[in-house]
């Protein structure tokens, strides 16, 4: 009974962990514009992350090693080090996103500026980090951010014409009003926010600082395959809300307080306070998430001692590293840029970045000696493959487009 | 996790890079202390053995390689200047290695294990080096060393690998035959087509100028190390 | 993965690589930056667009700003139900003023070209207009003032005619 418990809860927190500030922002501002006629954009980036995520799962659980570990291994130090460069920018831009994303959060609830509630974000995401034990940190943010299922709520209490939905998502119909180019910058953007690069970085040493064996492969499978789906369905449902409510206003969505507006228009102010929980959840969360990936790319690279598993004086450099982390997010948003444009760059330069990070996944999850025979099946090959040739054209259009259609406008 | 299922490596033959090279490096505890950045090589009576294995930025940097590797180094070293032997990398002797297998494990404990007082050849100059052929043809490069326990249990250098990529490149793909995902297979076999094995014998190191001297060509493609 | 080691290379060959790689990261970086500049700043490349670039401009200017009056109208609609909590109030009719005051300020502070110049005037008069309308807004809805919501409502829909009528006036 309590293995159902244990599995259960890893699928909700699955769930309310999948969606962070990049989905919130680009799913409403897809969903305002095209309504679901981008929804297959994220049901592939969903399908992808669920084939790495196994993956690297698989591989930590197996190996007892995570994936960055073994990228030097593999890749060897000089094009290790190229990819620790590149993914760790584009972790920790969006880093600073997520904690741009919880100051706005924050400042919907108790109407402070966002400038003053930045460094006592960047606090409290380091005590979290510093102080709190990983596995109560990925439940209770996890369980929280359950709350964004009020969106689905919303959408049904606003009582659309479901066959009309249904029907543009299938076809993908874009809307006359906008441009093809638009509509594969958006893609790409879509995806990108599906497939976060730091996600099988993180949810390998996840795996490793959680003591996964191959006992745990089984759970870690079902956390995978049923909780990112639902996950991803959220997202479709905040695409769907914004569509429904901002689409015939002709709003175009570049604040966070429009991303909630849809719900308090189907549920009123305890729907939008529900949301407003989600929101925090969310995106702390995924803060915590980015700055311990962060953390984790660096020490697994030069194979220092990292993880929360062992205290904190046993891995100096590695949570010296999360405070400098955090110092320099909180630096970067006191320059007063906007958060929401961070969160739209950090989406298209994640899908510039996802080659980086799952080709070697690909690789280790394949090699006997570290995988006995927990090697890929034909069908995980299958789909890997099929999903590298669609990152490396993802990551090769990604600049071109934000650049030809001005980051969507 | 499954480390037990796996044999201690360090008994049988390997392949230096792909084997050993940037494995972590655990203690007796299970603790993270490094990586092994590079091999530290000695030549004894039954041939160039593996002494000890290197760790730190001064064993990290020139692997590296090329450009940005040459002014790391440079950089490195003139980060303190009055530190004498800066670019000396720190060292864990072979009698404190314990067994490798998906990771290296140390006997002892991490504390205090680095030692700094002698330097010697490294396995990392020996990858990369231009291979000659007897006739001064260009072969390729050395890509990777195959080692098999010597006299004294020690590991000892037998063969060359010599082929035309980096060292380390090969990405594991030539150990298993059936190795996938095809594509990855496929696209990393055309690149190392010329990938060939040598003996030990029939190769003159000249460590000063970087360059290895082949009495005989390299044969057919390798197979595996590991004999699974 | 095929790159070849320099190791033994010749010390001027070694330096010119060594520059060429240095050249190429300094033009890289510009291009990023550059680009990033055109991306970012709303409305796109600075100061003197040419009559192409304007019109451009001046619709998407219109555009954004007719976004954040429909989302000030939404939230008044949803005030006068008692759907929205105060805090979210403010800060949705913050967010609207200030975007729309950001995108005027841009559009007015480009310099057209002679002969958009009767455009110009209008477009950014009733960017000005739209902007003080959103002020009102919020300074209503920070006081509670709940009163005059309805007159609020009724300018708001008034200012979307009117920007439509703009958006008429600068040919496409």
């Given at each position: 009974m309590s293995r159902f418990f244990a599995v259960a809860l890893g699928i909700l927190t699955a769930i309310g962990g999948f969606v962070d500030i990049g989905d919130l922002v680009t799913n409403a501002q897809v969903g305002a514009r095209f309504g679901l006629s981008l929804a297959w954009a994220t049901l592939v980036g969903v399908v992808g992350i669920c084939v790495f995520a196994e993956m690297s799962g698989r591989v930590a659980a197996v190996s007892g090693r995570a994936t960055f570990?073994?990228?030097?291994?593999?890749?060897?130090?000089?094009?290790?080090?190229?990819?620790?460069?590149?993914?760790?920018?584009?972790t920790f831009l969006t880093f600073v996103a997520e904690i741009g994303g919880v100051a706005l959060s924050l400042q919907l609830v108790v109407s402070v500026h966002e400038l003053l509630l930045v460094p006592w974000v960047g606090v409290a995401v380091w005590l979290i980090l510093w102080k709190a034990k990983f596995s109560i940190m990925e439940n209770v943010l996890g369980l929280f951010g359950l709350a964004l299922v009020v969106f689905g709520v919303a959408l049904w209490q606003l009582g659309p014409d479901w066959g009309g939905l249904l029907q543009q998502a299938a076809t993908a119909s874009k809307p006359a009003d906008e441009h093809g180019s638009t509509y594969a910058y958006y893609a790409v953007a879509l995806f990108g926010a599906a497939m976060t690069p730091y996600e099988v970085f993180f949810f390998s040493s996840g795996g490793v600082e959680e003591g996964w064996s191959t006992q745990d492969i089984l759970v870690m499978r079902a956390n995978v395959l049923?909780?990112?789906?639902?996950?991803?369905?959220?997202?479709?449902?905040?695409?769907?809300?914004?569509?429904l409510v901002l689409g015939p206003l002709n709003i175009s969505v570049d604040s966070l307080g429009q991303v909630g507006l849809p719900v308090a228009a189907a549920?009123?102010?305890?729907?939008?306070?529900?949301?407003?929980?989600?929101?925090?959840?969310?995106?702390?969360?995924?803060?915590?998430?980015?700055g311990l990936s962060v953390g984790y790319s660096i020490t697994q690279y030069f194979g220092a001692q990292w993880g929360k598993y062992v205290r904190p004086r046993e891995a100096a450099v590695f949570h010296a590293i999360l405070l400098l982390a955090s110092l320099g997010a909180v630096a970067t948003l006191m320059t007063m840029v906007d958060p929401i444009v961070v969160t739209e760059m950090s989406v298209v330069f994640s899908a510039v970045a996802l080659p980086l990070t799952y080709f070697p996944i690909l690789v280790v999850s394949n090699d006997p000696d570290y995988m006995g025979d927990q090697v890929n099946g034909h069908l995980a090959n299958a789909l890997g493959s099929l999903f590298l040739v669609l990152v490396c054209v993802a990551a090769v259009a990604a600049i071109p487009l934000m650049i030809y259609t001005r980051m969507g406008q | 996790m499954s480390d037990a299922d796996l044999d201690d490596r360090l008994a049988g033959p390997l392949d230096g890079a792909l084997n050993l090279l940037d494995r972590q490096i655990l203690d007796c505890e299970g603790r993270m202390l490094g990586k092994v950045d590079d091999l530290e090589l000695t030549q004894q009576e039954d041939g160039l053995a593996v002494t000890a294995v290197l760790t730190g930025p001064a064993a990290l940097l020139p692997r590296l390689g090329g450009d940005l590797g040459d002014r790391l180094v440079t950089t490195w070293s003139r980060l303190k200047v009055p530190e004498p032997n800066r670019l000396r990398p720190w060292r864990i002797d072979m009698d404190r290695v314990d067994r490798l297998d998906s990771a290296l494990h140390l006997s002892v404990r991490r504390e205090g294990v680095l030692t700094r007082d002698t330097e010697g050849y490294r396995f990392g100059t020996l990858t990369g080096m231009e291979a000659s052929g007897p006739d001064d043809g260009h072969l390729g490069r050395v890509v990777d060393a195959r080692f098999e326990p010597g006299l004294h249990g020690r590991l000892v250098v037998r063969h060359l690998l010599i082929g035309h990529g980096r060292p380390g490149s090969l990405l594991g793909y030539d150990r298993h035959d059936q190795q996938g995902p095809w594509l990855v297979r496929a696209t990393v076999g055309r690149l190392h087509r010329s990938t060939g094995i040598v003996d030990i014998e029939a190769a003159r190191i000249l460590w000063n100028r970087r360059e290895v001297r082949l009495t005989t060509p390299p044969r057919a493609r390798p197979g595996a190390a590991l004999g699974d | 993965m095929t790159e070849s080691?320099?190791?033994?290379?010749?010390?001027?060959?070694?330096?010119?690589?060594?520059l060429a790689v240095v050249a190429a990261a300094a033009v890289l970086a510009?291009?990023?930056?550059?680009?990033?500049?055109?991306?970012?700043?709303?409305?796109?490349?600075?100061?003197?667009?040419?009559?192409?670039?304007?019109?451009?401009?001046?619709?998407?200017?219109?555009?954004?700003?007719?976004?954040?009056?429909?989302?000030?109208?939404?939230?008044?609609?949803?005030?006068?139900?008692?759907?929205?909590?105060?805090?979210?109030?403010?800060?949705?009719?913050?967010?609207?003023?200030?975007?729309?005051?950001?995108?005027?300020?841009?559009?007015?502070?480009?310099?057209?070209e002679p002969a958009d110049q009767k455009t110009y005037t209008q477009v950014t008069t009733v960017l000005s207009d739209a902007g003080d309308l959103l002020s009102s807004v919020r300074i209503s809805v920070v006081r509670r003032d709940?009163?005059?919501?309805?007159?609020?409502?009724?300018?708001?829909?008034?200012?979307?005619?009117?920007?439509?009528?703009?958006?008429?006036?600068?040919?496409?």
């Amino acid at each position: 009974m309590s293995r159902f418990f244990a599995v259960a809860l890893g699928i909700l927190t699955a769930i309310g962990g999948f969606v962070d500030i990049g989905d919130l922002v680009t799913n409403a501002q897809v969903g305002a514009r095209f309504g679901l006629s981008l929804a297959w954009a994220t049901l592939v980036g969903v399908v992808g992350i669920c084939v790495f995520a196994e993956m690297s799962g698989r591989v930590a659980a197996v190996s007892g090693r995570a994936t960055f570990d073994l990228v030097r291994e593999r890749l060897g130090p000089r094009v290790g080090f190229l990819n620790l460069v590149a993914s760790m920018s584009i972790t920790f831009l969006t880093f600073v996103a997520e904690i741009g994303g919880v100051a706005l959060s924050l400042q919907l609830v108790v109407s402070v500026h966002e400038l003053l509630l930045v460094p006592w974000v960047g606090v409290a995401v380091w005590l979290i980090l510093w102080k709190a034990k990983f596995s109560i940190m990925e439940n209770v943010l996890g369980l929280f951010g359950l709350a964004l299922v009020v969106f689905g709520v919303a959408l049904w209490q606003l009582g659309p014409d479901w066959g009309g939905l249904l029907q543009q998502a299938a076809t993908a119909s874009k809307p006359a009003d906008e441009h093809g180019s638009t509509y594969a910058y958006y893609a790409v953007a879509l995806f990108g926010a599906a497939m976060t690069p730091y996600e099988v970085f993180f949810f390998s040493s996840g795996g490793v600082e959680e003591g996964w064996s191959t006992q745990d492969i089984l759970v870690m499978r079902a956390n995978v395959l049923i909780g990112f789906p639902l996950g991803g369905l959220l997202s479709v449902a905040i695409a769907g809300c914004a569509w429904l409510v901002l689409g015939p206003l002709n709003i175009s969505v570049d604040s966070l307080g429009q991303v909630g507006l849809p719900v308090a228009a189907a549920l009123g102010k305890v729907g939008l306070s529900v949301a407003l929980l989600g929101f925090v959840s969310a995106t702390l969360g995924a803060a915590c998430e980015t700055g311990l990936s962060v953390g984790y790319s660096i020490t697994q690279y030069f194979g220092a001692q990292w993880g929360k598993y062992v205290r904190p004086r046993e891995a100096a450099v590695f949570h010296a590293i999360l405070l400098l982390a955090s110092l320099g997010a909180v630096a970067t948003l006191m320059t007063m840029v906007d958060p929401i444009v961070v969160t739209e760059m950090s989406v298209v330069f994640s899908a510039v970045a996802l080659p980086l990070t799952y080709f070697p996944i690909l690789v280790v999850s394949n090699d006997p000696d570290y995988m006995g025979d927990q090697v890929n099946g034909h069908l995980a090959n299958a789909l890997g493959s099929l999903f590298l040739v669609l990152v490396c054209v993802a990551a090769v259009a990604a600049i071109p487009l934000m650049i030809y259609t001005r980051m969507g406008q | 996790m499954s480390d037990a299922d796996l044999d201690d490596r360090l008994a049988g033959p390997l392949d230096g890079a792909l084997n050993l090279l940037d494995r972590q490096i655990l203690d007796c505890e299970g603790r993270m202390l490094g990586k092994v950045d590079d091999l530290e090589l000695t030549q004894q009576e039954d041939g160039l053995a593996v002494t000890a294995v290197l760790t730190g930025p001064a064993a990290l940097l020139p692997r590296l390689g090329g450009d940005l590797g040459d002014r790391l180094v440079t950089t490195w070293s003139r980060l303190k200047v009055p530190e004498p032997n800066r670019l000396r990398p720190w060292r864990i002797d072979m009698d404190r290695v314990d067994r490798l297998d998906s990771a290296l494990h140390l006997s002892v404990r991490r504390e205090g294990v680095l030692t700094r007082d002698t330097e010697g050849y490294r396995f990392g100059t020996l990858t990369g080096m231009e291979a000659s052929g007897p006739d001064d043809g260009h072969l390729g490069r050395v890509v990777d060393a195959r080692f098999e326990p010597g006299l004294h249990g020690r590991l000892v250098v037998r063969h060359l690998l010599i082929g035309h990529g980096r060292p380390g490149s090969l990405l594991g793909y030539d150990r298993h035959d059936q190795q996938g995902p095809w594509l990855v297979r496929a696209t990393v076999g055309r690149l190392h087509r010329s990938t060939g094995i040598v003996d030990i014998e029939a190769a003159r190191i000249l460590w000063n100028r970087r360059e290895v001297r082949l009495t005989t060509p390299p044969r057919a493609r390798p197979g595996a190390a590991l004999g699974d | 993965m095929t790159e070849s080691e320099s190791g033994s290379e010749s010390d001027p060959g070694h330096r010119m690589r060594g520059l060429a790689v240095v050249a190429a990261a300094a033009v890289l970086a510009a291009v990023l930056s550059l680009a990033a500049v055109y991306v970012v700043s709303p409305g796109g490349a600075p100061q003197s667009p040419d009559h192409e670039a304007w019109l451009d401009q001046a619709h998407t200017a219109l555009d954004e700003v007719s976004s954040d009056v429909a989302t000030a109208q939404l939230l008044l609609r949803l005030t006068a139900q008692d759907k929205v909590p105060g805090p979210y109030q403010q800060v949705v009719a913050l967010d609207s003023e200030n975007a729309a005051g950001t995108v005027a300020s841009h559009l007015s502070g480009e310099q057209p070209e002679p002969a958009d110049q009767k455009t110009y005037t209008q477009v950014t008069t009733v960017l000005s207009d739209a902007g003080d309308l959103l002020s009102s807004v919020r300074i209503s809805v920070v006081r509670r003032d709940v009163g005059r919501y309805p007159a609020l409502a009724h300018a708001l829909a008034k200012m979307q005619h009117k920007i439509s009528w703009a958006e008429g006036k600068v040919p496409s």
